[in-house]
């Protein structure tokens, strides 16, 4: 079974917005990390925010991390175009294990 | 720095037959992962070597994948035979070591089509 589940699953927003995407996970985690897909750059790691972490910034993402209720955060700000992609939560449950991905549509 | 390189980019086969696909990843990185990735949702690991090792291979159905690493540096995967529910994106990841803070490095995929 999946470790993470994002909601929502599809997300449509206007260029310069904030875009937010949730995940949940099921067993306790050391980390856990954010991938973005698109067709253009394949899946590439965005930022990894570790168990004793509440938050994390780089450039214009946020993350944050609830432990208690096994649930994170991924925050876009000035949401652009070039944001559009599917965004994955992943954490090691053993092994990094993905959720279904929120697909992010950003529109100029 | 070169970054994970796979071949074919995309495959398209008939049921029952085989196929193989080739994966080299960045220089110097001891640790590659096999995924596949069904339309619509996200990767599942089939297959992690640590060098030439298998570290986990507990999602690959071993009836008919399998795969190798025998000089530690690159990989193939290979289905024999095919199903229709194979057709997928197979998706190699490298990363340094196997710790799970690394961050993997993906290659572009091998879009599989089973007919």
């Known amino acids: 079974s999946q470790q993470g589940e994002e909601d929502p699953q599809a997300l449509s927003i206007q260029e310069g917005e904030n875009a937010t995407m949730n995940c949940s996970y099921k067993t306790s985690i050391n980390n856990l990390q954010w991938y973005r897909q698109n067709s253009g750059r394949g899946l590439v790691h965005l930022i990894l925010i570790r168990s004793n972490e509440r938050e994390k910034h780089s450039g214009r993402l946020r993350v944050t991390l609830d432990t208690s209720k096994k649930s994170s955060s991924l925050l876009i700000t000035a949401s652009r175009a070039a944001d559009t992609a599917s965004y994955f939560c992943a954490s090691p449950g053993g092994k990094l294990i993905f959720g279904q991905g929120t697909e992010l549509s950003v529109k100029p | 720095e070169a970054g994970v390189a796979q071949s074919p980019r995309y495959k398209i086969i008939e049921k029952r037959q085989s196929v193989a696909f080739w994966c080299n990843p960045i220089?110097?990185?001891?640790?590659l992962y096999w995924y596949q990735q069904i339309l619509g949702q996200g990767p599942k690991l089939l297959i992690q070597?640590?060098?030439?090792?298998?570290?986990?291979d507990s999602q690959l159905p071993k009836d008919r994948f399998s795969a190798e690493r025998l000089k530690g540096v690159d990989s193939t995967l290979k289905i024999q035979p095919a199903k229709l529910e194979d057709s997928a994106v197979y998706l190699c990841a490298s990363s340094y070591s196997g710790r799970l803070d690394n961050e993997q490095f993906f290659g572009p995929g091998t879009r599989l089509t089973v007919l």
């Open positions: 070597f640590q060098n030439n090792g298998v570290v986990d």
């Open positions: 220089s110097g990185h001891a640790t």
